[in-house]
């Protein structure tokens, strides 16, 4: 029922700071908790951020203070916006979409997800 496609990631530098966008087709998006996740070389893939429909975000401990999600309906899409990057953060980053009022941080609750998109941080 929806679409997600990621965009945004790339190379960065300890300390500096990337933006994410998670656009989302259907014109029922608003309906939906997104979620970001983010898979590291040889990790699982793990929590980062979500919001729910009614707008509250969650946050992993270890982006706490550093991230921004946030939501604007209007472009139905979903951003990350990543501070103070570390080397730690590298990962694959996907946005990830479900039909709920609740807020979910796990992987397996998602229902929908984008190809991913790649980002790097050197030291």
């Known amino acids: 029922q929806v679409q997600l496609v990621e965009s945004g990631g790339g190379l960065a530098q300890a300390g500096d700071s990337l933006s994410l966008s998670c656009a989302a087709s259907g014109r029922t998006f608003r309906r939906y908790a997104v979620g970001w996740f983010r898979q590291a070389p040889g990790k699982e893939r793990e929590f980062v951020a979500t919001?729910?429909?009614?707008?509250?975000?969650y946050y992993t401990d270890s982006v706490k203070g550093r991230f921004t999600i946030s939501r604007d309906y209007a472009k139905n899409t979903v951003y990350l916006r990543m501070n103070s990057l570390k080397p730690e953060d590298t990962a694959v980053y996907y946005c990830?979409?479900?039909?709920?009022?609740?807020?979910?941080?796990?992987?397996?609750?998602?229902?929908?997800w984008g190809q991913g998109t790649q980002v790097t941080v050197s030291s």
């Open positions: 990830a979409a479900v039909e709920t009022g609740s807020l979910v941080y796990t992987a397996g609750r998602y229902d929908y």
């Open positions: 919001i729910t429909r009614s707008d509250t975000p």
